[in-house]
């Protein structure tokens, strides 16, 4: 009997109600859906790629632009061709002749004529400008017609500046007349900065710092930094529209 019974319970057909089916029936129906739409993304997607991949723009310049040589715009973010470079001789004719670069030129040159009015500046003076960014002071003074002037900068910008470590200048004692600097403050070690410009300064020449307009107390620790020199003069002036402190130190002769 025990056996009857389990066969038949084996063997009797499952009976689900309606709603249960429909539901299997529906979710059969939205997995399929879905299946396809991964598909056709999927599918969408790889052509799009292949056509970015393949249609790369040759250059950002409307096909009715008139023609310029000089330039190559990269093909695309990848490509590491060369490319012609502005030649720097037309490079320095465009930044000279801007306003900017005119302006400050004009500033320097007021600023050195100064120097000139108290007797430490002559067309045959040998001048050096240390940390000379763009070399506006070096242009300014051959405007004003000194014939020896260097400039140097970490970076050089030829063929107004060259590139030299103002910690550690790259010339002998004693040659220069006039040793001139706008950027003591941005100097990592300030003491050796100063050591540098008094080394290659002549015996009895000067060496000019100028730094943003200060007080007696800031006056005395630049004052300080110089080992062999003695204070001439402190003033304020104003240099490419900035108030500053101009300290005049001259340099000791050598025993």
Partial sequence: ???TTQHNRTNHPLHLPAPTKNIMVM???IQTFLNRLSFVSITIATLTLLLLFLQTPQTCVPPNSPPKPHLKFPKSSCDSSPRELLPIDKKNRRLWS?????????????????IHHLGFLH???KVLCVSA???HEVMALSKLGTLDVTGVELVDSPPLVSRADPHNLPF??????LVYTGHLEEALFPARFVSEMERTARGNGVCVVV?????DDDVRQIVGLFQNSRLFSVANVSLVGLRMT????????MS
């Fill in 123 to 125: 067309n045959h003076s």
């Fill in 98 to 114: 801007s306003n900017s670069w005119q302006s400050k030129v004009s500033s320097f040159s007021h600023f050195f004529t100064s």
């Fill in 27 to 29: 979710e059969r129906h």
């Fill in 246 to 253: 101009r300290i005049i130190m001259r340099t000791r002769m």
């Fill in 172 to 177: 002998f004692d004693n040659i220069f007349d």
């Fill in 133 to 135: 960014g763009a070399g």
């Fill in 211 to 215: 730094v943003e307009e200060c007080g």
């Fill in 1 to 3: 009997m025990r056996n």
